[in-house]
T-cell receptor, first 115, second 118 residues
């Protein structure tokens, strides 16, 4: 019963480094998304995807790239990390609203620190 | 544009007190979904409830109840006889059920941190 799996759980980067946060789900969900959580800001949507080959921007997409080559995987790439990207990142998946109103299933989160 | 406001940043109560967490939302759509999620100190996000815009019936689940009022665009959450284990950050969220690729995005409020003291 894996659900949504995120790796790594913790990462420290230096400014300018690149990295990829991995996300995989085994529930055959069409919809996947990435959020970042910052104190006092709630969860803010970075990017989302409604199916393989389809991605779109959320509220705070700058500095992040995504791709969706398979239904299961939705990696989030930081091309040149900045201290402002220090945050906790959550990957989530769901069915689309027409198929069950989109209850989001979340991964356990990835804590990223950019020095 | 969608917006969710949780005006209460922090609430502190003593065990067994009742507590209500407020949630006010903005949307131009007539069809939408509202959610509550709980984030305990361990950090995971736990789904509590989903409500669609056509169902204004209040819901009760054990000590938890939800009051949905379209007239005031509110979806408030009440915990009756609070317990220390209820201590967590609670998020209200809104999803507009639009067609095409926009469907499914959840917009979250800022969260309310509830502290229940013994």
């Amino acid at each position: 019963n894996a659900g949504v799996t995120q790796t790594p759980k913790f990462q420290v980067l230096k400014t300018g480094q690149s990295m990829t946060l991995q996300c995989a789900q085994d529930m055959n969900h069409e919809y996947m998304s990435w959020y970042r959580q910052d104190p006092g800001m709630g969860l803010r949507l970075i990017h989302y995807s409604v199916g393989a080959g389809i991605t779109d921007q959320g509220e705070v997409p700058n500095g992040y790239n995504v791709s969706r080559s398979t239904t299961e995987d939705f990696p989030l790439r930081l091309l040149s990390a900045a201290p402002s990207q220090t945050s906790v990142y959550f990957c989530a998946s769901s069915t689309l609203p027409g198929q069950g109103a989109g209850e989001l299933f979340f991964g356990e989160g990835s804590r990223l620190t950019v020095l | 544009a969608q917006k969710v406001t949780q005006a209460q940043t922090e609430i502190s109560v003593v065990e067994k007190e009742d507590v209500t967490l407020d949630c006010v939302y903005e949307t131009r759509d007539t069809t939408y979904y509202l959610f509550w999620y709980k984030q305990p100190p361990s950090g995971e996000l736990v789904f509590l409830i989903r409500r669609n815009s056509f169902d204004e019936q209040n819901e009760i689940s054990g000590r938890y109840s939800w009051n949905f009022q379209k007239s005031t665009s509110s979806f408030n959450f009440t915990i009756t006889a609070s317990q220390v284990v209820d201590s967590a950050v609670y998020f209200c969220a809104l999803s507009e059920a639009v067609l095409g690729n926009q469907g499914g995005k959840l917009i979250f409020g800022q969260g309310t941190e509830l502290s229940v003291k013994p």
